[in-house]
């Protein structure tokens, strides 16, 4: 089942804007990892934030993590272009050895 | 290393008939997963294998799929009398064990194997 819930479920902007997409989850987790897909290719890790993580920055991204609403956001600065792609967020149960529950996930357009 | 293949990358089959697909995982990885995607949706979880060993399976996982990783190096996964139902995105996935110092480690996915089933 389909742990993960992102928000919005679509969002467009201009290149150089920021992106910020939410996450929803509903049990308790080890942690929950962000991965991007493109049409076409498969999925690819972004960033991955521990249950007593707060926040993470990777270059232009920016996740954080807040247990007690259960909710994450990963936020793109400066988008480009090239990060036109579709955003998941990805649980683990805590007894499920570690597989992946994937949310529905943001597809994100950005326009030149 | 150049990541985790997956073969083919297309299959079109009819209904009723078996077929069978192939992960290449990270060469020093003992996790491999499946996963499942249909348009609009997430990856959903079908079964993991650490080393050799099948550890868990979905519900998702019917009794016309299995799922072998014989020598803890590649796995396949198979569908017997497939139904239209089955037409998807098949996803491999590995990585190294959570439980190992410096974990847990993300999930490296392949690119997949596209069914239709006709």
């Known amino acids: 089942s389909q742990q993960g819930e992102e928000d919005p479920q679509a969002l467009s902007i201009q290149e150089g804007e920021n992106a910020t997409m939410n996450c929803s989850y509903k049990?308790?987790?080890?942690?929950l990892q962000w991965y991007r897909q493109n049409s076409g290719r498969g999925l690819v890790h972004l960033i991955l934030i521990r249950s007593n993580e707060r926040e993470k920055h990777s270059g232009r991204l920016r996740v954080t993590l807040d247990t007690s609403k259960k909710s994450s956001s990963l936020l793109i600065t400066a988008s480009r272009a090239a990060d036109t792609a579709s955003y998941f967020c990805?649980?683990?149960?805590?007894?499920?050895?570690?597989?992946?529950?994937f949310g529905k996930g943001t597809s994100l357009l950005v326009t030149p | 290393d150049t990541g985790v293949s997956q073969d083919p990358r297309h299959k079109i089959t009819k209904r009723g008939q078996n077929v069978t697909f192939r992960c290449d995982p990270i060469?020093?990885?003992?996790?491999l997963y499946w996963y499942r995607q249909t348009l609009g949706q997430g990856p959903e979880f079908l079964t993991y294998?650490?080393?050799?060993?099948?550890?868990?399976k979905s519900r998702l996982l019917s009794d016309r799929f299995s799922a072998e990783r014989p020598k803890g190096s590649f796995s396949t996964l198979e569908i017997q009398r497939t139904e239209q139902g089955d037409s998807a995105m098949y996803l491999c996935?590995?990585?190294?064990?959570?439980?190992?110092?410096?974990?847990?480690?993300?999930?490296?996915f392949g690119p997949g194997t596209r069914l239709t089933v006709t």
């Open positions: 990805a649980t683990d149960a805590t007894n499920s050895g570690y597989a992946l529950n």
């Open positions: 294998f650490q080393n050799e060993a099948q550890l868990e």
């Open positions: 996935a590995s990585s190294y064990p959570p439980g190992l110092a410096g974990g847990p480690y993300e999930q490296y």
């Open positions: 060469s020093e990885h003992n996790r």
């Open positions: 049990t308790s987790i080890n942690n």
